[in-house]
């Protein structure tokens, strides 16, 4: 295929004029003259406008699974487009791809989780998962079961309900009023809050929180508890293993529902199909989003367990909650593909027993560099937290510093797409990953890190 000779600079500058990126300082977009142009991707590599070839170790947005410039899923998107583009699902109506996916995702989600509900996002399955939660209850007989209880800097989306569930500080500073109905607790972010703590004891302590919560708001009132396995855009916070089987037995005792905001951690980033099923617990409902097209094209999914699906066939009427392109055919379709290349590539398996554990070990070595308070990974997501003295925690500049953007900025420029959370560095690579690509991510951020010494210094 030719390749297109676009006008960068008409582009760039067609982008400040015309253009309100997604989570940006739209000043700072206007200021530097638009945006960088990513034209095309091959494998775990992206290009922009300029020609410059960029290692992606965030793929995409957490979500380009099986890497860039698959055939195969522009040719299944092809061939669903001329069978049936599009179709819904509101009138006693599917389409093949939907149901075969529905059945394909429940197989993989295992144990009770044998339904699945479709959306387009994430932050639409969160949507989907606190109507569902507060409508299971009102059925049952319990509409003051409403309270949703979730964590601070956890992250579940950008729409209202997504915000108003996720514990983003700065999130919640914009607006308002959010949502009713929701409760934060503590993060088990061991690093930052539990310095040189037991893990295991600091994992319980944390788990505590809830059903200190669930206590505080009255134990009839609270309908469910959310968390990601593994908090993603909070910083990659990797829990103490004795967190979330804490967490699933205080939802038990207190009979509420348990969600695994599965939206980065499912299709394969920790090594099994779904984060939840790497700490080994069984969540009442499941949403999952990226890495289910790879990106290719949008699409989520809700898991939902037997015996909120009896509740729900059992009201007698509509259970008012869908979207137009809920199970969209074409994005089924891919999806479909993409789920297929996952287990053809064995990427599952790989990133557990191969790829995981040797970015583990490359993690290991980076974690000596002088600027390095920890560098952590699970399966093939990692964070790299920088601190102003080794073997402590403390930060450049005092608490949340900007040293993460500083050490970020030097990465992008030397061939590498990270990105920073604070004061940390986050990778989350495509699956389809080697080892001399991992190397490199490793290499390009100890050099990074060399090159970003001085501008951290001169923060204090
Ligand atoms: C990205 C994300 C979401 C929101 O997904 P969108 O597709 O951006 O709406 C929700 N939960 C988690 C854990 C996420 O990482």
């Known amino acids: 295929m030719a390749l297109k000779n676009y006008n960068v600079a008409e582009l760039r500058r067609l982008d400040v004029e015309h253009h309100l990126a997604a989570q940006q300082d739209h000043g700072m977009m206007r200021d530097i003259g638009g945006a960088r142009i990513i034209t095309r991707a091959d494998g775990c590599y992206i290009r922009d406008a300029e020609g410059n070839a960029i290692l992606d170790a965030m793929a995409g947005l957490w979500c380009v699974q099986v890497g860039y410039g698959r055939k195969e899923l522009a040719s299944a998107a092809y061939e669903q487009m001329l069978e049936l583009p599009y179709y819904n699902t509101f009138f006693k109506t599917a389409s093949p791809p939907t149901i075969e996916l529905a059945s394909k995702i429940s197989g993989l989600l295992g144990g009770n989780l044998s339904h699945v509900f479709f959306n387009s996002s994430g932050s639409e399955a969160i949507d989907t998962i606190i109507r569902m939660a507060r409508f299971y209850w009102q059925a049952k007989g319990q509409p003051e079961r409403h309270v949703i209880i979730a964590r601070e800097n956890g992250y579940h989306g950008s729409t209202i309900a997504g915000a108003s569930l996720g514990g983003m500080r700065a999130m919640h500073a914009q607006g308002g009023p959010w949502v009713p109905g929701i409760e934060h607790i503590r993060q088990p972010y061991l690093f930052n809050d539990g310095f040189g703590e037991d893990p295991r004891a600091f994992g319980e302590a944390a788990a505590d929180a809830l059903e200190q919560k669930i206590l505080e708001v009255g134990p009839e009132r609270v309908a469910a508890f959310i968390g990601e396995p593994v908090q993603g855009a909070g910083g990659v916070i990797i829990p103490p293993e004795t967190?979330?089987?804490?967490?699933?037995?205080?939802?038990?005792?207190?009979?509420?529902?348990?969600?695994?905001?599965?939206?980065?951690?499912?299709?394969?980033?920790?090594?099994?199909?779904?984060?939840?099923?790497?700490?080994?617990?069984?969540?009442?409902?499941?949403?999952?989003?990226?890495?289910?097209?790879?990106?290719?094209?949008?699409?989520?999914?809700?898991?939902?367990?037997?015996?909120?699906?009896?509740?729900?066939?059992?009201?007698?009427?509509?259970?008012?909650?869908?979207?137009?392109?809920?199970?969209?055919?074409?994005?089924?379709?891919?999806?479909?593909?993409?789920?297929?290349?996952?287990?053809?590539?064995?990427?599952?398996?790989?990133?557990?027993?191969?790829?995981?554990?040797?970015?583990?070990?490359?993690?290991?070595?980076?974690?000596?560099?002088?600027?390095?308070?920890?560098?952590?990974?699970?399966?093939?997501?990692?964070?790299?937290?920088?601190?102003?003295?080794?073997?402590?925690?403390?930060?450049?500049?005092?608490?949340?510093?900007?040293?993460?953007?500083?050490?970020?900025?030097?990465?992008?420029?030397?061939?590498l797409m990270v990105r920073a959370v604070r004061d940390s560095l986050v990778m989350s690579p495509p699956l389809t990953i080697s080892h001399g690509e991992i190397d490199d991510i490793v290499d390009i951020i100890a050099k990074s890190l060399d090159e970003a010494a001085p501008a951290l210094a001169a923060l204090g």
């Open 243 to 415: 967190y979330w089987p804490r967490v699933e037995a205080i939802c038990r005792k207190y009979g509420i529902l348990l969600v695994s905001d599965d939206v980065i951690c499912g299709f394969g980033r920790l090594g099994q199909w779904f984060g939840f099923q790497h700490f080994g617990i069984k969540p009442d409902l499941v949403s999952m989003a990226k890495g289910m097209s790879s990106g290719y094209l949008p699409i989520s999914a809700v898991g939902v367990a037997d015996h909120i699906v009896e509740v729900l066939r059992s009201v007698g009427d509509d259970f008012v909650h869908g979207y137009t392109y809920s199970g969209h055919p074409t994005a089924a379709a891919v999806a479909l593909k993409n789920i297929e290349i996952m287990e053809n590539e064995d990427l599952v398996r790989r990133t557990r027993e191969d790829t995981g554990p040797y970015l583990a070990r490359r993690m290991a070595a980076l974690a000596e560099h002088p600027l390095v308070g920890e560098a952590r990974s699970l399966g093939l997501i990692g964070a790299v937290e920088i601190v102003s003295k080794k073997g402590t925690n403390q930060r450049f500049g005092g608490s949340e510093g900007p040293a993460g953007r500083i050490v970020r900025d030097i990465c992008i420029t030397n061939g």
